[in-house]
């Protein structure tokens, strides 16, 4: 029992010395507080709470009581006639003199109206602050469902809220979307499920959404084959000429360093040129080497050879003829058709936008594009080149009704690593700037990872709402504790210890952050990641020499 000056939590507390408890009591089965506020402080809060109460709540067949004082659980305390709700963020032994109590910091959430039997309308932030001295209760399933259940008509469920078994976890589509999210957990914690799971759930409540999934491993066609447009590099066709000059760059040059400056000096002169000869060049006046104008390989490949022509000294040919045969390389190349091929010379821009970006979505609101068939060294300038394209949009349709995009990017640690990685790629820059600017125009940024720690600086925080999922990694922990906005600190310490298909929820898109375990996906809308059973396949056996000749068929041929 802790000392209060001679008075223990369940003694006479209506003495004035206390502050009693109000005349609405919380409907729980335990009414009697379990601490009292320590101090009030804009650094942090404390509070003490008592040994012997918790250990009765903890024996409570409610399981939010039960989990009463825990770090990550939450407290009330009765301001007036408002709950203030607090969430636990540590506990250390009180030592002074000699009680047996515990210290706890708390970080307030918000509040709602004391009313007959409990609280209503609970909404973030605090009005007024208790004062030291003040009860502090513990928070029982009913509270919690009062603060979950505040649906809105952007509400999606996505799971059950810890400790409880019933109460739907629900996130605020709206809140998500307009800051951007980060879904980030070790390999195997069930990122990918728990995407596919969001987004269908985004996609059955907006069956008339814009969606575009950078699926870098070919997982997500089997989860949304009913309600995606699948594509990959067989039915992809991306014209080549929709790329920018930095695009074209990051394929087309080869060397290094100075040289490599001679080549790209060399690629914007003749590329220019290649693009003024379209059609449409002429009816637009003005063209630039980024403008999205249909060329001709072959017209850019002869406009080198005439450059090259106009040379007085032989020895300076070098940078034409690298440009010249690394086109040349990659017409030829099968890997590269579905970039490159003759089909893709036609303005095919406005059919190409419209069908990635779903306008009109016809019933499948998403487009999952698989880039695992991409040749690995142009990967990151495909998904640079639709990034940008979303991005373009957005800026190019200001003057039209707003029709937000949301561009979801798996293992997004690949396309914008940090600094520490290397250099700024054109996948890099657009992907940050989306980060940073992209809810100005409508555009929402779902980040996916495994390595939080290996993301730009900065582009975590750019995110409102992150989902954390188990991260063993302690410098990736540290790195969410540092995106996390301070109310969730109390659910940090959780982290390594969620079980697979758990998640902390903080920020914009949730009303308070909650530890949330994912409801069941049905197989069928399962993305195809499931974990080998090794001693299971190796138990079967059959058709091995065929599967093996089939196998080295579709590697030689590149085709699957
Ligand atoms: N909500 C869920 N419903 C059903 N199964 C799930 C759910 N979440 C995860 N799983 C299962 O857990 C396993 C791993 O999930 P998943 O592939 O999504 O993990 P991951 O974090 O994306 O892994 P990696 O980092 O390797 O991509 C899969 O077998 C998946 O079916
Ligand atoms: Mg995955």
């Given at each position: 029992?802790?000392?209060?000056g ?5 003694g ?7 502050h009693a ?5 919380a ?8 601490g ?13 709470l008592?040994r012997q109460?918790?250990?009765e709540?903890?024996?409570s ?7 009463s004082?825990?770090?990550?659980s ?15 963020r ?6 002074r003199?000699?009680s047996d ?8 959430l918000?509040?709602?109206e ?10 973030r932030g605090?009005?007024?602050y208790?004062v030291p001295?003040?009860?502090?209760y ?8 009062e ?5 809105g ?19 605020h ?15 195997g ?6 995407a ?14 814009h969606i ?12 949304f084959r009913d ?14 000429w929709?790329m ?5 760059c990051?394929?087309l040059?080869s ?5 490599r400056?001679?080549?790209?000096e ?23 080497v980024d ?11 002869t ?6 022509g106009?040379?007085e000294?032989?020895?300076t ?7 010249k045969?690394r ?12 970039l490159f ?5 036609g ?7 419209g069908r990635?970006?779903r306008m009109?979505?016809?019933g ?9 068939g ?12 639709l ?9 190019w ?10 561009l979801?990017?798996?293992?997004a640690?690949?396309y ?7 250099e ?6 657009i ?6 600017e ?11 990872t495994?390595?939080?720690?290996d993301?730009?600086?900065?582009v975590l925080s750019?995110?409102g ?7 063993n ?9 540092a995106?996390?906005p301070?109310?969730?600190r ?8 969620l ?6 929820i903080?920020?914009?898109?949730v009303?308070i ?9 049905e197989?069928?809308?399962r ?8 001693t ?6 059959g058709?091995?020499e ?6 080295v ?8």
């Amino acid at each position: 029992m802790i000392d209060m000056g001679g008075q223990g939590l369940t003694g006479d507390i209506h003495d004035d010395t206390v502050h009693a408890p109000q005349p609405y009591d919380a409907p729980n089965p335990h009414p009697e507080p379990i601490g009292v506020v320590l101090e009030i402080a804009g650094s942090g809060s404390q509070i003490v709470l008592d040994r012997q109460r918790l250990d009765e709540c903890a024996i409570s067949a409610d399981a939010a009581l039960a989990l009463s004082g825990q770090v990550g659980s939450q407290v009330k305390i009765l301001v007036g006639r408002r709950w203030l709700f607090a969430n636990v963020r540590t506990q250390k032994h009180d030592r002074r003199g000699g009680s047996d109590g515990i210290v706890a910091h708390i970080d307030f959430l918000g509040e709602g109206e004391a009313a007959e039997g409990g609280m209503q309308g609970f909404r973030r932030g605090v009005t007024n602050y208790p004062v030291p001295g003040t009860f502090v209760y513990p928070v029982c399933t009913q509270d919690l469902r009062e603060i979950y259940e505040g649906a809105g008509d952007d509400v999606i469920e996505i799971g059950t809220v810890y400790p409880t078994r019933d109460i739907r976890a629900p996130i605020h589509v709206d809140a998500m979307l307009g800051k951007h999210f980060a879904l980030l957990g070790s390999t195997g914690t069930g990122k990918s499920t728990s995407a596919a799971l969001i987004l269908h759930r985004i996609c059955d409540a907006a069956p008339e959404g814009h969606i575009l999934m950078i699926d870098p491993h070919g997982e997500y066609s089997a989860a949304f084959r009913d309600t995606g447009l699948l594509l990959d590099v067989s039915n992809l066709q991306l014209p080549y000429w929709l790329m920018n000059f930095a695009e074209h760059c990051e394929i087309l040059l080869s060397s290094q360093g100075e040289q490599r400056q001679m080549d790209a000096e060399i690629l914007a002169k003749c590329l220019a040129q290649a693009r003024a000869k379209h059609r449409l060049a002429g009816e637009m006046g003005r063209i630039t080497v980024d403008s999205p104008i249909p060329y001709l390989l072959s017209d850019l490949s002869t406009i080198i050879s005439n450059e090259m022509g106009k040379l007085e000294k032989a020895t300076t040919t070098a940078p034409y003829v690298r440009l010249k045969t690394r086109l040349e390389e990659l017409k030829q190349d099968v890997r590269y058709q579905f970039l490159f091929s003759g089909m893709l010379v036609g303005d095919t821009m406005t059919e190409f936008i419209g069908r990635i970006f779903r306008m009109p979505s016809r019933g499948r609101p998403i487009s999952i594009i698989d880039v695992s068939g991409v040749p690995s060294e142009i990967t990151s300038t495909v998904v640079a080149v639709l990034s940008r394209l979303v991005f373009d949009f957005a800026i190019w349709s200001r003057s039209e009704r707003t029709r937000p995009i949301l561009l979801v990017c798996e293992e997004a640690h690949r396309y914008v690593p940090s600094e520490r990685n290397g250099e700024a790629s054109s996948v890099g820059k657009i992907l940050s700037r989306i980060a940073k600017e992209g809810r100005k125009y409508g555009v929402s940024l779902g980040l996916i990872t495994q390595r939080p720690s290996d993301l730009a600086e900065g582009v975590l925080s750019q995110c409102g709402t992150i989902i954390a999922m188990r991260l063993n990694n302690e410098r990736d922990q540290a790195f969410v504790k540092a995106a996390m906005p301070e109310g969730a600190r109390g659910f940090l310490d959780v982290i390594p210890a969620l079980r697979n298909r758990e998640c902390i929820i903080c920020g914009e898109g949730v009303s308070i952050p909650m530890r949330v375990s994912f409801d069941d996906l049905e197989p069928r809308r399962r993305p195809a990641s499931a974990d080998p059973s090794f001693t299971t396949l190796w138990r079967e056996t059959g058709g091995e020499e065929e599967m093996v000749a089939r196998t080295v068929q579709r590697w030689r041929g590149q085709g699957r």
